[in-house]
């Protein structure tokens, strides 16, 4: 555990330090209220910290109540060190944001057994923000892929649009769905299935930039958000991904298995007036249209036409409904 002792009185900071060490703290020093702000706001900062009262520059309260201003960042322990007896100040470095205070000559036990509460502090703040993430995590992602799930990616799209259309930008879309899962479902098993779904959730997330957006929309539907693209990229792209797909089958506990996918794809750039709900209407028209016109491809969706094969070629066949 790191620990910052900011103290001006350099006999006493030798002391504190040798203390700490001896205790197994890793100990970084300031001599200064300046100094000492700034080592805790550096990246790797110390988690607990001996504060002076009274320093150069910037006591220690001052420091405690800029600590406590930060938002986002690690809890730190604050102990504040001081000669002053009075409760009156006593309660004025606690509301400053003080953890704890130790009047000097302070005793070396109590001191180690107070740095050894603000341990537990810490473990219990640190257990806190882990289980924080964690409902975070279970809040936004799929179980089974570990793709941000249906709401997760519809709130980006929902973000994304308008900043595109602030910045006279665009935003791809890909709604893709796997073909004819029902039958590996039916021929290899439901674990099988669940298999097939986690192995295109990797590959599809591992085909995209660090800035697009992966997410399980449904079933066996995926939804792509990707910021900078046009129609011609989003298909571009859409076909890469489908391709890549198509050219090697999944090696899972059942076999190997061919799994071909059939994509919608779609940019707000040829769609000016169109919400985030249009999009995905337009994009699922797209593919259903992939899906009639035979499977394992890639349909556009333009404004006044089908543009079916705009990608992969084939017929502009209209339908209604689709089979997986």
Known sequence: MRILVAE??????????????????EVVVATDGA?????????????????????????GVEICRKVRK???????????????????????????????????????QELAARLRAGERILDLEDNLMAAQ???????????????????AILEILQRELPRARREASAVGLLLADLDEFKRINDTYGHLAGDAVLQET???LAGSVRTYDAVGRYGGEEFLIVMPGCDGATACLRAEHMRAALAAHPMQIDAGAIPVTLSVGAISSSD?????ADALLRHADEALYRAKAAGRNRVELALPGELAAGRASGGARVPVKTRES
Request: hydrophobic share 40%; aromatic share 8%; glycine share 6%.
């Open 8 to 25: 001006d009185d350099p006999v006493l900071r030798r002391i504190l330090e040798t203390f700490l060490q001896q205790r197994g703290y």
């Open 35 to 59: 100094a000492a702000w700034e080592q805790l706001q550096a990246k790797d900062a110390p988690r607990m910290a001996v504060l002076d009262w009274v320093m150069p520059g910037m006591d």
């Open 70 to 108: 930060r938002v986002a960042q690690p809890y730190v322990y604050l102990l504040l060190l001081t000669s002053k007896g009075e409760k009156r100040e006593v309660v004025n470095g606690l509301e400053s944001g003080a953890d704890d205070y130790l009047t000097k000559p302070f005793n070396p």
């Open 133 to 151: 993430e964690v409902l975070q995590l279970r809040a936004t992602h799929d179980a089974l892929t570990g793709l941000l799930n249906r709401a």
């Open 201 to 203: 959730a990797r590959r």
């Open 271 to 275: 769609w000016r007036e169109a919400d």
